[in-house]
């Protein structure tokens, strides 16, 4: 009984923990790299982490921080999101929210998932998933709530694209693969450090 309740309180710290994280990246330049309209973000590594580390159930609980950590910004801190937010307040949230939430669970569940069969590589998979499912879940949310929306249309008459297909790899094409290679390399290291470090390998 005591250590079930000693594992509980463990977990429970651990996954503050990783939600303090992501709430101080995602309100500092840790977070977030901007450069020539370019937003890079690093959020999809402390996900991955905790959804590796935690489980899909931790994994869910950090996307979640995350999502609402990105619905934030769209209160007068991103352009982007702000613009989002003042043409449709639930939408917005849908899109910050919900692909984030789906992100780190289905993290946590495709790491369960493939620790099973190889031990080490399962890490390295879901580094990758991680910001694979991010750019996705995020972009099929965006395209489905806002892609005939005036806002959105002028993105897709300057890219010069004529689908919502072709709008989404033009739309985040070097940021998304920018994202994915971070995450692929630092989530995967730290993830298997603190596996290490909790003999939980």
């Known amino acids: 009984m005591n250590n079930t309740h000693a594992s509980r309180t463990r977990y429970l710290v651990e996954l503050a923990l990783m939600v ?9 330049p840790l977070g977030y790299f901007r450069t020539l309209g370019l937003s890079i973000t690093f959020l999809t590594v402390p996900v991955a982490v905790g959804a590796m580390i935690l489980g899909p159930l931790g994994g869910a609980i950090c996307g979640l921080a995350f999502g609402i950590t990105s619905f934030m910004q769209c209160f007068g801190m991103g352009a982007f999101g702000t613009m989002l937010f003042s043409i449709n307040p639930l ?3 849908v899109v910050c929210i919900v692909p984030r939430l789906l992100e780190g669970w289905i993290t946590g569940l495709i790491f369960k998932a493939v620790r099973g069969k190889m031990k080490n590589g399962a890490y390295l998979v879901a580094s990758l998933a991680c910001p694979l499912l991010n750019t996705l ?32 790899v033009a739309f985040v ?18 993830s298997r450090a603190l596996s290490a470090a909790l003999h939980r390998i």
Do not use: K, R, W
């Open 20 to 28: 303090t994280i992501i709430f101080v990246m995602a309100f500092t």
């Open 91 to 93: 939408g917005t949230a």
């Open 137 to 168: 879940f995020f972009m099929s949310a965006l395209v489905l709530i806002f892609y005939h929306t005036d806002y959105i249309q002028g993105f897709v008459t300057s890219l010069g694209v004529s689908n919502p297909f072709t709008f989404v």
């Open 173 to 190: 094409g070097v940021q998304g693969l920018l994202e994915a290679i971070v995450c692929f390399i630092l989530a995967g290291a730290i």
